[in-house]
């Protein structure tokens, strides 16, 4: 059994299914993950009864792979890359196509659609230069902590000074590209088809939900577990 008292972002870390429940109900479980279940129910009017009842029953079958808490820093930082980075890379150019032909054909008659256009270009720019940063900076950096972790040696001096100084950065990056989204969450209606809406406009709302909700997840990941455990890692105290 849940409880209402645990952040959204522990709910989470305890078993991810829990994040479809939180998707559904427009909560933010990476960058705004911090705050009580509780408090973030009472905020959007929402009976934590029955929130806690739909968790339970989507953390209820046995999960198919080991928490991502349980994971190394390295293989972690691999995973996103692969899955995430991967991902990014695959959808944004075509998501970015599809706004831009809408807000070209519809934008007169709409204009929160050139808006979203706008706004998703955007976050695919932020995104493309966001993902090199962290795989040709701050991502070797952790693979290499964790590997002399294991061999019980000192890490080297990272070049950027303290580890906290590039995820801060990163953070920042997260918080921006979150805000975007939510942003096109609105102008979209909660990516609902209005009833004129062509095939183009079903598919691009499609597109952007679907990316929003990998957007969380490596976010969540990221925020929530892979930076502390490198700030754990790079701390004195773990020679």
């Known amino acids: 059994m849940q409880t209402a008292d645990v952040t959204v972002r522990d709910l989470v870390n305890r078993d991810f299914r829990a994040a479809s429940v939180f998707h559904r109900y427009g909560i933010d479980f990476c960058c705004g993950g911090g705050k009580p279940l509780a408090d973030v129910c009472r905020a959007k009017r929402l009976d934590e009864a029955t929130v806690i009842d739909e968790i339970d029953r989507a953390c209820a079958e046995p999960a198919l792979e080991p928490p991502y ?3 190394e820093a390295d293989t972690l930082a691999r995973h ?8 990014c890379r695959a959808v944004l150019p075509a998501i970015a196509a599809h706004t831009r032909k809408l807000a070209d054909v519809h934008g007169p008659a709409h204009p929160e659609l ?9 976050v695919a720019g932020d995104m493309d ?7 040709h900076v701050l991502f070797p950096y952790i693979e290499r902590l964790a590997e002399t ?16 100084n590039p995820i801060r950065m990163m953070e920042a990056d997260h918080d921006h590209a979150g805000a975007a989204m939510a942003r096109i969450r609105v102008l979209a209606d909660g990516y609902a088809v209005p009833a004129h809406g062509c095939t183009t406009w079903r598919v691009t709302l499609q597109e952007l939900e679907a990316f929003e909700r990998d957007l969380h997840l490596h976010v969540h990941l990221e925020n929530n577990i892979l930076f502390p455990k490198a700030c754990a890692l790079a701390a004195p105290s773990a020679s």
């Open 80 to 87: 996103i890359v692969a899955q995430h980075h991967a991902y």
């Open 129 to 135: 230069a966001h993902m090199l940063k962290e795989e």
């Open 69 to 71: 808490t349980a994971w």
């Open 149 to 164: 972790r294991r061999a019980g040696m000192a890490p080297a001096p990272a070049p950027f000074g303290d580890v906290a």
């Open 114 to 122: 050139q808006e979203i256009a706008a706004i998703f270009a955007g």
